[in-house]
């Protein structure tokens, strides 16, 4: 698969070339219903109707609302790599993974390359 990348207003998404979907958080960019429902909707462009793993890097986002964290949660994906950095992103992650209860296997990183060597384990 090519490395395609769709910017949105919140982060990018980019189809990485080894299959797997990447969403990059922009810097402190606070995600509502209206930007979650955006994004989600760049992955299903890029994923062209595959069911893709995908790397979701939060390290650098701004707050979330419970609304985009629900749409999240509720987002097509064979599963979820969360990349963390700061605590503040680790509260963000563990609010969505516990409370938000993502349909499809999600866990949280701090390293992206242990994300993407789990998360290719999703590749079909």
């Not at 995908?54 to 064979?78: F, I, K, P």
């Not at 563990?94 to 993502?102: H, T, Y």
């Amino acid at each position: 698969m090519e490395g395609r990348t769709t910017h949105t207003r919140s982060g990018s998404v980019t189809l990485r070339e080894d299959g797997i979907l990447c969403f990059r958080a922009a810097s402190g960019v606070e995600h509502d219903e209206d930007k979650a429902i955006e994004n989600i909707a760049a992955l299903r462009q890029l994923a062209r109707g595959m069911l893709l793993p995908v790397l979701v890097d939060m390290r650098e986002t701004g707050a979330m609302t419970r609304a985009a964290r629900q749409a999240y949660a509720n987002a097509d994906s064979a599963a979820q790599g969360l990349l963390v950095g700061s605590s503040f992103t680790r509260i963000i992650a563990n609010v969505f993974l516990r409370i938000g209860r993502p349909g499809q296997p999600a866990k949280m990183f701090t390293s992206e390359e242990e994300a993407v060597q789990w998360l290719n384990g999703f590749l079909t």
